[in-house]
């Protein structure tokens, strides 16, 4: 079993940034890949981010290329996502996910944390 929690959300402004980070605990030297969902308010949870726990692969949706980035210290077990240029349109419940392949659908992530509130206002 691995233990999610997500931290760092909160209200910003349009043109802001946050840092959310992501601490996993229990097995997590099985865990291949983590990544960042969000769900926006009304909408399906959609892919945002993902990295590989060695960092040597990352992947992006095309919404967020150039504006966010994915990272690790595998040390404390965290992966955060830097958020810059934040839009309106970033208000979401990100949620942090772990799993056993690097990919873009919910599907391929089994651990699951409980999501943290991000707004973003214009």
């Known amino acids: 079993q691995v233990q999610l929690v997500e931290s760092g959300g909160g209200l910003v402004q349009a043109g802001g940034s946050l840092r959310l980070a992501c601490a996993a605990s229990?097995?997590?030297?099985?865990?291949?890949?983590m990544g960042w969902f969000r769900r926006a308010p009304g909408k399906e949870r959609e892919f945002v981010a993902a990295i590989t726990w060695s960092g040597g692969s990352t992947s992006y949706a095309d919404a967020v290329k150039g504006r966010f980035t994915i990272s690790r210290d595998n040390a404390k077990n965290t992966v955060y996502l830097q958020m810059n240029s934040l839009k309106p349109e970033d208000t979401a419940v990100y949620y942090c996910?772990?799993?056993?392949?690097?990919?873009?659908?919910?599907?391929?992530?089994?651990?699951w944390g409980q999501g943290t509130h991000v707004t973003v206002s214009s």
């Open positions: 229990g097995h997590t030297f099985s865990i291949y890949a």
């Open positions: 996910a772990a799993g056993y392949v690097l990919g873009r659908r919910e599907s391929q992530y089994t651990y």
